[in-house]
């Protein structure tokens, strides 16, 4: 099992920008993809982004895509989720996660591909 504790939450305003960081414990980092997912209140948890366990691939939901990267420090057992021109309906607690599964060939995008996750950061876009 491997602890995720994600920061960089906060409020900012429409058109902003806010950098998630998420740090890893407990297993090999560099072997595993990781992924984010955003949950906004009354609405089910979604995928916004992952990386490959290599970091040569990236994936992102059509709703982020051109305004959010996703990026890995292997070295340094960090993920993190740079977010630019943020809107007011990306508010949600953003969460990070581990692949389950060590070397996937695929990059995950399913919340069933990750095993581990943190317990979120809040972000809040006022208009």
């Known amino acids: 099992q491997v602890q995720l504790v994600e920061s960089g939450g906060g409020l900012v305003q429409a058109g902003g920008s806010l950098r998630l960081s998420c740090a890893a414990s407990?297993?090999?980092?560099?072997?595993?993809?990781m992924g984010w997912f955003r949950q906004a209140p009354g609405k089910e948890r979604e995928f916004v982004a992952a990386?490959?366990?290599?970091?040569?691939?990236?994936y992102y939901a059509d709703s982020v895509k051109g305004r959010f990267t996703i990026s890995r420090d292997n070295a340094k057992n960090t993920t993190n989720l740079q977010m630019n021109s943020l809107k007011p309906e990306d508010t949600a607690v953003y969460y990070c996660?581990?692949?389950?599964?060590?070397?996937?060939?695929?990059?995950?995008?399913?919340?069933?591909?990750?095993?581990?996750w943190g317990q979120g950061t809040q972000v809040t876009v006022s208009t």
């Open positions: 996660a581990a692949d389950r599964w060590q070397y996937r060939t695929a990059v995950p995008s399913k919340g069933a591909d990750f095993g581990s």
């Open positions: 990386i490959k366990w290599s970091g040569g691939s990236t």
């Open positions: 407990g297993r090999t980092f560099s072997r595993y993809s």
